[in-house]
């Protein structure tokens, strides 16, 4: 077959219609050739959609129990989680581990073919990082490799020799920006986000022309100093939403996760975290609403233009960021066929609304939530009054963590399902009586707890944390669920063989049937610090790869010594894989209580 050009490729294969720069007639004559392609793994949810579906099935629900190792690769020093999504292209395998260490392998055996070290400053860097050393991704773009360093940088590289094509710069660590976000393709243009929403930060997100990388476009989330010029009528509108003398402690508003793009309108969506400090009665103004934070927003990619906003939490006071994954989709809604864009978001609802407009269709408690009692007919959350707190500790559900946090979802158009990696714990809150420079305002209470007694959403089974949701979008309800993975980490991909492969922070990777939630398969890898699934083809064979471990173990010599006691891996299995599974490691020990806010 004669190879086609990645940007072909991508074209082809995402689930919408083409972008305004490509003709319908450069997809129909790449479309056959493309389909061949099923078995790559192109962007970080698979395709624009970003529902990590594969159409593959040589892998299925009746010969999954043969899953085997076929093969690992020592991953290099840690310090922390593994969170990123590899890609899969032209049989080689690339990745990001911790520091933002990029790598490629043929995908077919594990071997070596380039690594590169962006050469982080570590020790100035990890000062300033809000939420963990941590990369979720990268992207593809005509034969290039796209991945951020840690430390504000975003690099291009030749995806078959690793040569750096171009370097921009994002952001700088000595703001308390960092990039952990996986950046994602809009058309030409490379669309990324900086992290630090728990520190002083405006944030922002930013579009790099990809062949170039010259910026394009910013497109902030707050607004700033009242007494400087607005960059757009969006801060002007955003400005009326907040007081006092917010700007100066940020405002927060990060994006650190959850981007999409539909090539049919040429928008891009954008989730966003957290208002910042935490607690309203240090952001200068009660009772206003704190525009652009824990909001979907849908921005044009050539302009960088606002649309439509939706804010999931207006005047967050919980940490409820809503940059959790955006997927796009068609669905028929009330015998009506709808454009939805959907989110399972931190703040335990399960969103779907409509892509083009913003309109508020459908939101569902998916867990427990006692924050907000339920929406309005506009889709505003009515907020419960109990759940403001001050210095008094107050518990609310869902957890701070999320109900749902990075670890990614999957949706299967054969069964309708979304299946969700959920937490179903609550979360203890206070606020500090003074605000300290540069602190969120938030404190871990002691002592009893306040309760709220209304709670609407399904309760979580007797003693289980968490685990996997199969959730209808269009009947927003819990179809079946599996238990495990009640924390951050992981995540799950779906395929055609009616298969859910599950990745659980603890090292658990499990496979169900994707129609009755039937668990086929477990196997233990020792490792703790997870990163998500994908499955791929290589060779004419099917294999499913995830990432893991933490790295902190000091005997750690690097990626050419596979049997590297503690070192973070990449395992790879297959129908009757024979490799020996790595040796396992005890897991670290306990560091007190999870922070409110982990790994943005």
């Known amino acids: 077959m004669k190879r086609l050009t990645l940007t072909v490729l991508l074209l082809a294969i995402a689930s919408n219609v083409v972008a305004q720069s490509v003709t319908p007639e450069v997809l129909k004559q790449a479309g056959t050739a493309a389909d061949k392609q099923a078995g790559s793994w192109l962007s970080y949810g698979k395709t624009t959609s970003e529902t990590r579906y594969s159409p593959l099935k040589q892998i299925d629900a009746s010969n999954v129990s043969r899953l085997g190792l076929a093969w690992t690769y020592t991953l290099g020093a840690g310090g922390s989680n593994q969170e990123g999504t590899p890609l899969v292209w032209n049989d080689m395998l690339f990745g990001i581990t911790t520091w933002s260490v990029v790598y490629a392998l043929d995908a077919r055996t594990g071997k070596e073919i380039w690594r590169w070290d962006p050469e982080v400053n570590q020790t100035t860097v990890r000062s300033k990082i809000c939420c963990g050393t941590v990369n979720r991704g990268m992207a593809l773009y005509n034969d290039m490799l796209i991945a951020p360093a840690i430390d504000g940088r975003l690099i291009a590289h030749d995806a078959r020799t690793g040569k750096v094509i171009w370097e ?192 508020f269709i459908t939101a569902a408690p998916f867990v427990k939530v006692n924050w907000a009692t339920g929406f309005d007919e506009r889709g505003r959350p009515m907020v419960s009054p109990e759940a403001y707190y001050d210095t008094e500790g107050l518990e609310i559900y869902p957890t701070g963590g999320g109900a749902h946090n990075w670890s990614p979802m999957s949706y299967n158009p054969n069964t309708g399902l979304v299946y969700i990696p959920a937490s179903y714990t609550p979360f203890p809150y206070a606020a500090t009586a003074e605000l300290a420079p540069g602190a969120t305002g938030y404190v871990r209470p002691t002592g009893t707890l306040r309760t709220i007694k209304d709670f609407i959403g399904p309760v979580a089974p007797e003693g289980v944390r968490g685990g996997l949701q199969a959730w209808d979008p269009v009947n927003q309800k819990l179809v079946w669920q599996g238990a495990g993975g009640g924390g951050i980490g992981g995540g799950s991909t779906t395929t055609g063989g009616n298969l859910v492969f599950h990745v659980v922070n603890d090292g658990t990777f499990k496979a169900y049937s994707a129609d009755k939630g039937e668990k086929l398969f477990e196997v233990k890898v020792g490792r703790t610090g997870m990163a998500p699934p994908i499955t791929y083809e290589a060779g004419g064979k099917q294999y499913v790869a995830f990432m893991g471990g933490l790295g902190r173990a000091a005997n750690i010599v690097g990626p050419n010594d596979e049997k590297v006691e503690g070192a973070p891996m990449l395992y790879v299995f297959a129908l009757d894989g024979k490799a020996e599974m790595p040796k396992a490691v005890a897991p670290p020990p306990a560091q007190g209580q999870p922070a409110a806010a982990p790994a943005k």
């Open 168 to 359: 921009a710069r994002v952001a700088y660590p000595q703001d308390n920006y960092t990039l952990t976000i996986a950046p994602r393709m809009a058309g030409n243009k490379v669309i990324i986000g900086a992290a630090g929403g728990d520190r002083p930060t405006r944030g922002f997100f930013d579009a790099y022309d990809a062949a170039t990388g010259r910026r394009a476009w910013r497109f902030y989330t707050v607004p700033g100093d009242p007494s400087l010029p607005y960059e757009n009528d969006a801060m002007r509108a955003a400005a009326k939403t907040w007081g006092g003398d917010f700007y100066k402690k940020g405002g927060g508003g990060a994006v650190w996760d959850g981007i999409a793009y539909d090539p049919e309108s040429n928008l891009v969506y954008v989730g966003t975290g957290n208002a910042e400090p935490w607690v309203q009665k240090f952001r200068g103004a009660k009772n206003v609403d704190n525009l652009y934070t824990c909001s979907i927003l849908a921005v044009n990619a050539d302009t960088g233009q606002l649309k439509w906003h939706y804010q999931t939490v207006p005047n967050d006071n919980w940490d409820f960021d809503s940059v959790q994954q955006l997927m796009i989709l068609d669905l028929t809604i009330k015998g009506r066929q709808r454009k939805v864009i959907m989110q399972a978001a931190k703040n335990g609802f399960f969103y779907v609304l409509d892509r083009n407009s913003g309109e």
